[in-house]
């Protein structure tokens, strides 16, 4: 054991079974889906470097070592040594599995073995409907599965999230559609889509947005920035306040994912709405060395009892080592900031420490670990 | 005196004249209107820690001490003592009282009383025209009345304040309303309106807002974070644009209050429109040990003589004496930055500290105190 | 030499060729188009107070002397040699010069002399289109004008420059136009137009972007804040994104200037969008001693490839000091702080500092020079 506090990720998508080479290892450095510029390189950014400061010494290396160095290390240790080395230095006692991404991926289960941990599902609604579209009969058998599904999933994940951020944008009609008209767009999806295809009707995914808050699990929401797929100004957060409010009278949990850049007012909308909370995501992993200063605008308005530590990492092992270690230092950096101003007393900072690096989660998500 | 630079708190709500026990004096803490989230408490945020840090003393406790001992010696002291004590310490001058908001509260003079200072009021506009219409006998008769008590109150009260924001956003229409369309408007509100109900008709509102225009006494607006009646995201300042534009001609100040998280746009308004001043309002208790960092982003574009101190506070006695020692400590650590940069001079720095504080209220209010 | 790095100012309008007297030299302190509020003075704000720090030791006085005593030795040296002695202690080694605004300003010839630095032009391609507009015969001869201009101008000019946003806003129509609506549209914008007058026509300022962006050089276009003709909330640059999507298959760079209060959101777009870059801008001069806290906002998202340096200039030679010693201290003070932390390397933070001064905007407009 290191001294260090435990945390609870609760939110990632699991880490490559295999790989990757260099190419392929800058693009998950990056949100975008483009090769870098001519001239630039994806390593030339605060999530970059971050990469060379805290994962060149877990495989042995220095701090800051060169991107090359690194890859050629990472090489030959191996993509199976690096992650199970990568892994356990992350200080992460549990997982929190978002499992609809594609790729192949470790499972929430070879993901806890290889980092000592635990692990958890979280199911994406999209995928879930996507994937009972590719097998469905007819209209009735789809709308039959999706429900079931949904149910079923209650009983065994920890909790459910949406990316209709990147489908249709936060301000979606906020009330759930009637059952004609869920079943009308189930029809006209399902005649003309082709297998695989994604789901970017807005009244299916009011649909399943509906049918997840109706399990009262909390239900994760992608907000803020995030890969070129979405239109960032139709992502902040406060574009929920219809649904948030539409939400309140089943107390389920909305946990807004990611925020940046409009971080500030979802703190805002933790503070107001009981059943809001936010959380931190790639906002801190993705800006580095300014990670404490983003935190810091986070600690503005959100109550303390309504943060939540994430990793969003996806595919390299490296990124939660990144998430974790940015978020343990923005911790430190800022709440020694509040007890070095007297702002707040010692003992009040290592509880508020607490409660964003495990006890939110663990009460939120029902957790039983000692995490 | 205490050697600290006096202040003038341009909007401020008044002060509750008893109690309130625990749960209520929590509600005080927040913008909520629900009780906190299942596991939490308001105590457990900026606002909550800066009342246990600055008010504890105040009290004879030790800064930071629980909220039950807070809570307990309050109690012991009586609402009347710890509200005499509390108003005293927090080194106020003057209040601008909008005396719009509904509760047992002191008056404005007894305010004064309290506190050893002077008090004026700013009169609310919608709390005006609902007023007029519990009284009205018809439409006629309530125009009548609107008229009148907006021209009487130019005459007693230091400037007009408008909660447009919560009631239709502020992105209304910004040029005032034809003479028939606020008599229909008014009919209809009338025939409909149950006695005490507010006033949310768009045409009405804006028929106010340019009586009150037309006085050329300061305009204070509620911008920015509230109570979660209000859209974030319609209650940004720049929404205001066009009626800034609008109301250029005839001079009216108008007063963006709170602002955040959009304060770096109110900065650009008061900084571009002669006409525009902004205020820190709920911005800083509610943020506490990062009001340093929202205060030096309002210090970007806004111009020195536009910026204006304000707590907002509402009910609680400890809500002065917050926002009054978190804007002492954010000036000083903010000025401080520049001038060890060698940014500003020193007396650069104290010159603008005393424009914040009370030079650039005084003289936008025209108040003739030595603050 | 002074032992600093040389800059390329990639965004600069040129400088008065004599004056300007007190009323007119504040007023070039300032974004406003009107006098400055009663009481006040355009001196008290950040950018004036950068004045008086800067610009006063390269006159011989003391920094931060007061206004008159600026203004009084800016007089006794005369408009020439002051300009001479700020431009040259500018350390700015090239300049990209907007030529499309309007007053005696010294050609970029001229300026280059006067600074010993070299100067290039860029396009303003709306009063490309007015001085067509002002010569044309007939819709015909001015659409051929604009086509044989813009070819033109893309074999002497650095790139263009748009300020649609100050016409009609960034939420622009994003696909190019179609021949004969922009036939359509010329008719009736050269049948109602007096000579002189602004192309505010949203079809042929579409039409002049798609020239533009086909030509392949850099665009750069103005969004965040400006004058007070400008909407800012029109002008977040995230309302580009579909607009940017379009322009992705021609590879165009687009250069997003100044972006200050959504310089989070550009940063986003320049790590998503190959061909998006961000430039500072206004937002450093103006924003003075925080331009640190300013500059590291766009150090978050933004790749280190991707960001430029410029003054935005206008009038003034003192606004290039300013721009330039603002960006220098901003970014040492920023660099140092990643630094000292430990979250970059040294030798990171020297490479990084060369990009942003000159590699990227070397790389970006293929300048030659040692800068």
Known sequence: M??????VDQHCHGVLRS????????????????????????????LGFAVRRWC???LGLPAHCAPQDYLARRS???????????????????????????????????????????????????RLAERAADAARDTSSFLAEVSD??????????????????????????????TSQVYTAAERWLATRVRGGRLNDPVLLRHLIW?????????????GFGDPDLRLHRCDPLLLT?????????????????????????????AVYPHVYADFGLSLAHTGARAGAVLAELLELAPFGKLLFSTDAFGLPELYVVGAEVFREALAHTLS????????????????????????????YGLQSEA
């Open 242 to 270: 219809d649904f948030i409010r539409a939400v309140a009278p089943y107390g389920t949990p909305l946990v807004l994912l990611h925020c940046y850049p409009y971080h500030r007012g979802a703190g805002y909308l933790a």
């Open 149 to 178: 599904t949904v149910r079923d999933a209650a009983r065994r994940a920890k909790g459910f999230k949406s990316v209709v951020a990147y489908r249709v944008g936060l301000d979606f009609e906020p009330h759930p559609p009637g």
């Open 76 to 126: 030959e240790l191996g993509a199976a040594e690096a992650t199970r080395r990568l892994l356990r230095s992350s200080g992460i006692s549990a997982f929190l599995v978002d499992t609809g991404l594609p790729g192949d991926l470790l499972t929430p289960a070879e993901l806890a073995e290889f980092a000592r941990a635990e692990a958890h599902e979280i199911v994406r609604l999209e």
């Open 56 to 58: 060149g010494p877990v």
């Open 337 to 364: 900031a509040f007890t070095s101003a007297n702002a707040w007393s010692p003992g009040d900072a290592e509880r508020v420490a607490g409660l964003l690096s495990t006890g939110n989660a663990a009460r939120l």
């Open 2 to 7: 290191r001294g260090r506090p435990l945390l």
């Open 19 to 46: 790989g990757p080479e260099r190419a392929g290892f800058e693009s998950y450095l990056t949100e975008s889906s483009s090769p870098a510029a001519p001239g630039t390189s994806f390593f030339d950014s605060q």
């Open 211 to 223: 049918a997840a808050v109706r399990t009262g699990l909390p239900l994760q929401l992608h907000t």
